[in-house]
């Protein structure tokens, strides 16, 4: 058993765990730890707990401190850093004639690297952007295409429902959405009112398919009524199989089916082949006629001609 913390950098991102080594962590307490991209700044949103060591992606890298009060600062510099440098690179981007359309910009905690997100259709030849922004900022420069599902959640909105969406709320990972899950849920399979403003099937399609899974089965195990509090249906389909002559009878209105009332005056009326037919004499000729018309004739041999002589 491995002791871990999880931490996430961004609002609704994904959870990396680390090791908190001797450090005495709480729940939403700002740290700071070493990652691939370098040190980084972020907050404890899973406490100190113990899980298996197959279960933790090796290497495990452990957290370097506490976040200070410099550090909170030095954070909110580079807030106000990436709003510039967000202008600059649309007009750098606007001189190259380049299709591509940024989406966020970030700085690393230490300033060793600069991350432009940006979407595009296809691939985008931006070698000569990056010299120039390099030139600029005086740092590393990484430029990262993303798709639709990750600008939505970088940028955020409203969803069909009119709740913000689910990805920039609460969801740290995409998981894969299909066509089959709208179908178990009895929703319309009109593109328009399953897809989200991203242009993809609604995420919220993958979390609530269990949901309508477990009441299907739930529904078709249970014939009688099993939710109301102080119901005696219970205890009356119990009596009734043990006693089925003192079970209770259900009236037609009751059983959902109703028969349908005859009148004494009420005559039964004939049908137009009755009618067409007349007498009974006449109708028993035309059945024996088209009996006798319906057996096969025979066919007649014919003998071969004979040839004339001449």
């Known amino acids: 058993m491995v002791k871990v913390v999880g931490v996430r950098f961004k ?21 700071i730890v070493e990652t691939v991209r370098g040190i980084e700044y972020g907050d404890i949103v899973v406490g100190p707990k113990k899980v298996d060591e197959d279960d933790v992606v090796q290497p495990l890298k452990q957290v370097i401190r506490r976040a200070t009060q410099a550090d909170i600062e030095k954070m909110q510099v580079n807030r106000e850093k990436e709003e510039s440098a967000f202008d600059i690179a ?45 030139g600029i ?76 899974k477990r009441q299907a089965e739930e529904s078709s195990n249970t014939d009688a009524c099993t ?34 009332s005859k009148s004494v005056h009420d005559k039964p009326k004939k049908s137009k082949s009755a009618e067409a037919a007349g007498p009974k004499g006449t109708s028993e000729q035309t059945t024996s006629n088209k009996e006798q018309s319906k057996r096969p004739r025979k066919r007649r041999s014919r003998r071969p001609r004979q040839r004339r002589k001449k």
């Open 227 to 260: 939710n109301c509090e102080g119901c005696d249906c219970k205890s009356a389909q119990a009596d009734a199989d043990s006693n089925p002559a003192d079970a209770p009878v259900k009236s037609d209105a009751e059983s959902g089916y109703a028969k349908e």
């Open 137 to 212: 900022f005086r740092t590393r420069i990484e430029l990262r295409q993303i798709g639709v599902r990750d600008q939505a959640k970088m940028l955020g909105g409203l969803g069909p429902c009119g709740r913000s969406l689910c990805c920039a709320t609460f969801l740290g990972d995409f998981e894969p959405v299909s066509i089959k899950m709208a179908k178990e849920q009895n929703l319309s399979l009109n593109p328009s009112k399953i897809s989200g403003i991203c242009g993809r099937l609604m995420c919220c399609l993958r979390f609530e398919t269990d949901m309508y």
């Open 11 to 31: 609002h609704a991102g994904k959870i990396y765990y680390f090791d908190p080594a001797d450090i005495d962590l709480g729940l939403n307490d700002p740290v």
């Open 90 to 134: 649309l007009k750098k981007i606007e001189e190259h004639g380049l299709p591509m359309k940024l989406v966020d910009v970030e700085y690393t905690f230490d300033d060793s690297k600069i991350l432009f997100y940006f979407t595009a259709d296809g691939r985008v030849d931006f070698r000569d952007l990056v010299k120039d922004l390099a």
